[in-house]
């Protein structure tokens, strides 16, 4: 059971495909319980900004281009999961992303003499993401985010913001996000398989209306 929003011990990885709403997720859980939500993305370039020696060499790869090798990115993530706003808890987003790099993480917990408390999946049918990620727009020159359903913008075509006509990215296409789905089902599949003989992991809708979907969060992960 946790020990309340002062003194919470949480460590969480969250699993979901692009679209779930694993996002929307994460942020919630950040914000109820005051702990950081950690994406590679963001760990790379934060290691770089602040010039660790291995943000420096993380550099080197992204400079070019190529991908961070994984005994590098998991070097980073031991170093991003001992700062000091994570002593109480994280939430790893889109880490790790294969049965090897969830070893390496099971590894570095031990040595910190840590463990995890939850992996939460967060679970939404194909055909939903597809409708979902194809109605989203943006526009090209603020970069404004709108999408055709729920968050439509006030002139059909045109950006609130700076009324430049707002495009569908070749990311947010029905043929690329099928790919992105295929890609994705394929190489993580085998995590949450690993995952669940391990663990007991935690399914969540990614649909559940918004405003009763930190309700739903909160039992989920307080359920003892």
């Known amino acids: 059971m ?4 002062g003194g ?9 495909p692009p679209g779930s709403g694993k996002g929307t997720c ?21 290691s770089v900004s602040k010039e660790t020696a291995l943000g420096n060499v993380a550099k080197t790869y992204m400079d070019k281009g190529e991908l961070v090798p994984d005994d590098l990115v998991n070097k980073l993530v031991k170093e991003r999961i001992m700062e000091s706003d994570a ?10 992303r294969s049965v090897r ?18 992996v939460i999946n967060v679970i939404l049918e194909d ?15 603020c970069g404004a985010i709108y999408h055709l359903e729920n968050k439509p913008p006030k002139i059909v075509g045109q950006c609130d913001v700076c009324h430049s006509n707002i495009i ?15 890609v994705y089902w394929e190489k ?6 690993w995952y669940e003989k391990k663990y007991s992991v935690k399914n969540i809708r990614g649909d559940i209306d918004i405003n009763y979907l930190p309700i739903a969060l909160k039992k989920l992960i307080e359920k003892s």
């Open 8 to 16: 919470v011990l949480l460590r969480i990885v969250l699993l979901g």
């Open 127 to 141: 055909e939903k993401i597809i409708i979902r990620l194809s109605q989203r727009r943006s526009c090209p020159k």
């Open 188 to 193: 993580t599949q085998p995590l949450i398989d």
């Open 87 to 96: 002593k109480n808890g994280f939430i790893l987003d889109g880490y790790p």
């Open 101 to 118: 790099q969830a070893e390496s993480l099971e590894q570095i917990l031990l040595e910190i003499g840590k463990k995890l408390d939850h």
């Open 2 to 5: 946790l020990k309340g929003f």
């Open 26 to 46: 994460a942020k919630i859980i950040e914000e109820m319980y005051s702990i950081p939500v950690i994406t590679t993305g963001d760990m790379l370039r934060q």
């Open 168 to 182: 569908q990215r070749d990311d947010d296409k029905e043929s690329v996000i099928k790919h992105r789905l295929e």
